[in-house]
T-cell receptor, first 114, second 114 residues
């Protein structure tokens, strides 16, 4: 089945700096790649997603890039703020052979220092 | 607020017992998913229902079962509980027929097995 690796597991940045989280996936038929943000005591919240026919998507301070050839995708957060501190999860939706299953990465704990 | 309601928020029980976790999806969402989140395992997919029918199964133990009722709420039943079942259990729902996309997560049920 699909395997999603996420790096780094923890990331500490200074307020105002950029943060980059990277994920790789194994199923070349995967076609949908969401990113979720989980704040303490809450469930994961979808913040941005991208489909396999698009290379990049941006929404204000966050952007996601996808390299289908290399089977990796990344989350970029610019001008980080303390409220960006949370655990971020990437995920990949496998192809029909994999039952269109959504597989999550292990998570990245982002800490933004004021 | 995601619109997905999970009850109870916390559950403390003993080994060997049985518990039921409840989930009400967002209004109009036909798909319900159950996930288990433990410290060392990340987000693990358990099972999905679509409009009352089981759609997909993940790493769900035989001691666990679920169902989705005609009003679309769902219950996850955990029996013969073991210490290792202690975890955060999330329910999610999604709109439309394309499953495993744009999941909305509830706040979770924290299960502690003593």
């Amino acid at each position: 089945g699909e395997n999603v690796e996420q790096h780094p597991s923890t990331l500490s940045v200074q307020e105002g700096d950029s943060a980059v989280i990277k994920c790789t996936y194994s199923d070349s038929a995967s076609n949908y790649f969401p990113w979720y943000k989980q704040e303490l005591g809450k469930g994961p919240q979808l913040i941005i997603d991208i489909r396999s026919n698009v290379g990049e998507k941006k929404d204000q301070r966050i952007a996601v890039t996808l390299n289908k050839t290399a089977k990796h995708f990344s989350l970029h957060i610019t001008e980080t703020q303390p409220e960006d501190s949370a655990v971020y999860f990437c995920a990949a939706k496998g192809g029909s052979n994999a039952g269109n299953m959504l597989t999550f990465g292990g998570g990245t704990r982002l800490m933004v220092k004021p | 607020d995601s619109g997905v309601t999970q009850t109870p928020k916390h559950l403390i029980t003993a080994t060997g017992q049985r518990v039921t976790l409840r989930c009400s999806p967002r209004s109009g969402d036909l798909s319900v998913y159950w996930y288990q989140q433990s410290l060392d395992q990340g987000l693990q997919f358990l099972i999905q229902y679509y409009n009352g029918e089981e759609r997909a199964k993940g790493n769900i133990l035989e001691r666990f079962s679920a169902q989705q009722f005609p009003d679309l709420h769902s219950e996850l039943n955990l029996s013969s509980l073991e210490l290792g079942d202690s975890a955060l259990y999330f329910c999610a729902s999604s709109p439309g027929q394309a499953t495993n996309e744009k999941l909305f997560f509830g706040s979770g049920t924290q299960l502690s097995v003593l």
